[in-house]
């Protein structure tokens, strides 16, 4: 197992996400947790030594079965990392019992690393509003040496990012980042990074696979993925990629049984980055992946200055662009929660004034009806 340092720490370059465990009868609330118990040991005997859980995870049960799985094992060979639930706006004001909670839950006196979870658009509003008192709390904990390390998982588009840490980045030692080799360039990964280079934060990786789909390739991409370094899967070469970002501590993968964990873990057994060459292939085909089914929006904002209900179309396509790509999802959806109900896509009067002015000649009203029929 290759091993990253992170303050004085060797922690596992795979780390165990624990959102996709196995579970019963394909009930998401319904964990198997002897096959959990047998994933965890498993990876414990490789040397994973970094799992993360979540309190909203398997319908709040992970935390329940990654608590028992773990407690067979001594407290010092293994990281815990957990997170504040603020994806829930209904969370904001409960801190002060959640932690706690997932504390027993997880049936340990700290956690290792403990998250602020998923900043985006819908909630970042909460998340720096101080009558929460969330952050002042959570450097409580740290304090009292009940968090050893204090973290932000993100979703939210770059200039979420960005208010996030003009307002804890002092206080901020890693950050969670959905970061792939096709969202390099389709979720604006590459400008993330760099932020949070500036910062001096190092990036933990979620959603390597983008939910599988980096491992599910066509036959075409396949064979692309063949041409660019020839005896690596899919799935190694997505890995791959990760490991030739210099920021990436963690990449955290959610294996849901123990096949896939040996296959990962074979892969993290060696680091071998990709060459520049292989690394310019890969970007490109991930634009192309993307390209298939995204509209060719340029932003060149003509139709928002055309729209009689003023709507920010471009950032509407972005949105359906993403949802499209990734066969539906949560992002799209949770993004839309954070825009007035007056300016989504269901506001669009199909007058075709925008497709007046659009130099790319896309069917913008279409488009628009169509994203409704799909959320």
Known sequence: MIYNAFQGLQLSALGMGCMRLPVVDGKDDQVNEAAVGEMVDYTMAQGVNYYDTAWGYHGGNSELALGRALARHPREKFYLADKFPGYD?????????????????????????????NVCEKNIDAYLDPKYGIADYLLEQKAAGRIRHLGFSCHGALPVLRRFLEAYGSHMEFCQLQLNYVDWEFQGCREKVELLRQYGIPVWVMEPLRGGRLSRLTEAETAAIQKIRPGENATGLAFRFLQSIPDVV?????????????????????????????????????????????????????CVDHCPQGLDIPRLLALYNEHLFTGGGFLAPMVLEAIPEEKRPSACIGCRSCEAVCPQQLKISETMKDFCTRL
């Open 89 to 117: 706006l209904d969370n904001m004001s409960k801190v002060r019992e959640i932690f706690p909670a997932q504390l027993e839950k997880c049936q340990v006196e700290y956690f290792d690393f403990y998250l602020f979870h």
């Open 250 to 302: 963690v990449t955290l993968s959610g294996m849901s049984n123990l096949e896939q964990l040996q296959e990962n873990i074979a892969t993290y057994q060696t680091q071998a980055p990709l060459t520049e060459q292989e690394w310019d292939a890969l970007i490109a085909l991930g634009q192309e992946m993307t390209s298939s089914t995204a509209l060719a929006c340029t932003a060149c904002h003509y």
